[in-house]
């Protein structure tokens, strides 16, 4: 029997299958424009700051200590990367959430075999924008406490070097919050009692979160893997749920 937290992978895998289907190729494209305009403007301002967010975030040490710069450098480089990503991620996320809600509707219709919502229409994807939208300051609300939390730990000389760790299972976390929450939404199931759903599939969450994050880590391999991520979502949807 396959363990919870390796279906993580299984879905992932089956979402980028769907997304490369015909029936559903059209969908995907105007996220995948939209990902790859904002991750170009990422590429260009994080190349010319990179430095100098690594350099604020490091702890100034005394000479006698000044050895172990070269051992907590790689740590506060992993950092700054984990909190640019989850920058890119969640503006890339608020933009294409309409379109986003809108694949995952079509890849529940794909795998249920029947589609139980309204047809397509311009108006629909237009009138999916309040709720979505909605929805996504909603997980920004969730999310913004817990990061700010954990910004100000990044500065705190000593405690600062467990702030990466943290922040890799606080994203682990999201990403599965994050995409899991489209066809949560798509079938009306309210914040609360999604997030409740995904605390009692806890391992097979976190499981799903941990490759999305991983593959989303990767660039320009993540701008395909957003939409991938939508539909690997909706399988760990249709499949956990029943």
Do not use: C
């Amino acid at each position: 029997m396959q363990a919870p937290v390796l279906s993580g992978p299984q879905y992932l895998r089956e979402g980028l299958k769907l997304i490369l289907s015909p029936n559903l190729r059209l969908f995907v494209l105007l996220p995948l424009a939209i990902n790859l305009l904002l991750f170009g403007g990422l590429v260009y301002v994080a190349g010319h700051q990179f430095s100098l967010w690594v350099d604020a975030l490091m702890p100034t040490l005394p000479d006698w200590l000044s050895f172990l710069t070269y051992l907590i450098w790689p740590l506060f480089v992993a950092l700054v990367i984990l909190m640019v990503f989850f920058t890119f991620t969640l503006v890339a996320n608020i933009i294409a959430a309409p379109f986003n809600g809108f694949l995952a509707e079509k890849v529940e219709v794909v795998l249920r075999g029947e589609d139980t919502f309204p047809a397509f229409s311009w108006g629909e994807l237009v009138a999916m924008v309040p709720r979505t939208f909605g929805r996504e300051m909603r997980k920004l609300g969730y999310f913004l406490p817990r990061a700010i939390g954990l910004f100000i730990l990044s500065f705190i000389p000593v405690v600062n070097v467990i702030a990466a760790p943290l922040w890799l299972i606080f994203g682990v976390w999201m990403m599965a919050i994050q995409y899991i929450d489209y066809p949560a939404d798509n079938n009306k199931m309210s914040w609360q009692d999604m997030l409740a759903w995904l605390r009692q599939k806890r391992w097979q969450s976190m499981g799903f979160g941990g490759i999305t994050y991983l593959a989303l880590l990767i660039p320009f391999v993540n701008i395909v893997m957003m939409p991938a991520a939508v539909a690997g979502a909706t399988l760990f949807w249709v499949r956990e749920r029943n």
